[in-house]
């Protein structure tokens, strides 16, 4: 039996307290993360919802970008949603003037994709490894995935509206990615998916 993983949240700017909660319910220990020491003591991490472009000045200004590039490549696993998805992708369309990602999947994301027709949104989705029974997810100025690398495994599309098809849900190793905000709704199945792996990752170590 392997001890519960330590995830930490990256605090810097956006819903933190949500993915704390629902870190907890899905059976990890938590912490936040603003200095790189911090980032250092994780076995995994979460970066939340929130504005991408204010996350990425920040993480400047906090001399994180370097360290979290660091760690993704050398294989801490990584959840990021809506910004946070943003965040994790290789390249970004509609960014702001030299805005910069961590990386890491391969894949473009389109910033406020869904935004030019509607800020935000609710729809049933299914999720590829959680089939038990729909998803509820909540869009708020969500990005979408445009086109993805061989190695990325397409976990769910918006499901209904102008815009169905649209790649909403990604992982590639272990990085995981989401438009849309699990940590709001109470039902913390990709939480417990991000746990899952994260102990899976641990074993291999
Ligand atoms: N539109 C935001 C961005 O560009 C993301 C919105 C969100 O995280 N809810 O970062």
Redesign the pocket.
Known sequence: MTAAPSIGVLALQ?DVREHLRALQAAGARTSTVRRPEELEAVDALVIP?????TMWKLARTFELMEPLRKRIESGMPAYGS??GM?MLADRIRDGAAGQETIGGIDMTVR??AF?RQVDSFESEIRLDGMEDSPYHAVF????WVESVGDDVRVLGRAESGANVGRIVAVRQGRLLATSF?PELTGDYRVHHYFADLVRRAMEEE
């Open positions: 956006g919802g929130g504005e991408s472009t809506c910004a943003i910033r406020n935004g708020i100025r969500a990005p905000h």
